[in-house]
């Protein structure tokens, strides 16, 4: 599933929502203590660009702190721990994040969130560390989604899209068309396909 939208990962083109089991469990050194942080009073500017080779764990970090500590509260743990597992292969993962070629956002250097949209204006993965809620990380990966749409010239955005962000989706302009119950590592982790015309 993704997004916190959406689909956890699978083929970039628009589906069933399905991780595929190629994420196998290993290096686990990629996996860092989970903490929230205080949000700060006048927090530092953020900047939104292109992914850079060599940030694949830190994706990975935001990957699974926003499903391990936001997308917790609307699925039970199997379905968290059959969706974000606590390691995955390394070389798989940054082929993925490579193929993808996402936004990321980037506050004092640290990337805090990711989000990706397709020339079919599909939404594979967006996703906001768990450690750096309510600071408009989503929001502005949002608005530079819908700018790179219509650099595009796209007609929609579509994506497959979790419980947890459905509600943000819908402040955005998505409705949902489907609702969906995709199998992930023999667990289903329900989700809904949403779209937006633009």
Known sequence: MRCLTGRSSGPPPAG????????????????????FNVRPQNPPPMQIRRFVPGEEAALFQIYYSAIHLVAVHDY???QIDAWAPSTVDPELWASRIRGINPFVAVIEAEPVGYADVQ????????????????????GTLMKALESEARRLHLKELTSDVSRTAQPFF?????????????????????????????
């Open 170 to 198: 819908e402040h955005f302009g998505f409705a949902v068309v489907e609702r969906r119950a995709p199998v992930v590592r023999d667990i289903v982790v329900p989700n809904a396909f949403m779209r937006k015309v633009l």
């Open 76 to 78: 039970a743990q199997e």
């Open 119 to 138: 020339a079919t204006g599909y939404i594979d993965h967006f996703f906001v560390s768990g450690r750096h809620p309510r600071r408009g990380i989503g």
């Open 16 to 35: 069933p929502a399905t991780l595929p089991v190629y994420f196998q469990l290993r290096a686990a050194r990629w996996l860092l203590p989970l903490s």
